[in-house]
């Protein structure tokens, strides 16, 4: 089992910024890829942006170069700078964990708004 525990969201204004973090425990030697989704109301959920245990990333095409993902490896947490907010990126976002199976946490709210 692995458990996540996300912080970090919050409201800002456009063009402001936030980071977010996510922490794992449990059996973490497992997991492959770390990474961030979210979910817009009436939306499916999306992928933001992943990280691989050999430093490999991923984004979205709609945050590439305003998101960067980062991860500690002796902390085991996963971090998402997220720079130039835009309303759009309004919606819960979802530290993603995968094994042999998915983990989630329980999502984080991040509004973006004047």
């Known amino acids: 089992q692995v458990q996540l525990v996300e912080s970090g969201g919050g409201l800002v204004q456009p063009g402001g910024s936030l980071t977010l973090s996510c922490a794992a425990s449990?059996?973490?030697?497992?997991?492959?890829?770390m990474g961030w989704y979210r979910q817009a109301p009436g939306k499916q959920r999306e992928l933001v942006a992943r990280?691989?245990?050999?430093?490999?990333?991923n984004y979205a095409d709609s945050v590439k170069g305003r998101f960067t993902i980062s991860r500690d490896s002796a902390k085991n947490t996963v971090h998402l700078h997220m720079n130039s907010l835009k309303p759009e990126d309004t919606a819960v976002y979802y530290c993603?964990?995968?094994?042999?199976?998915?983990?989630w946490g329980q999502g984080t709210q991040v509004t973006v708004s004047s």
């Open positions: 993603n964990a995968r094994a042999i199976i998915d983990y």
């Open positions: 449990g059996i973490i030697f497992s997991i492959n890829i």
């Open positions: 990280i691989a245990s050999g430093g490999t990333t």
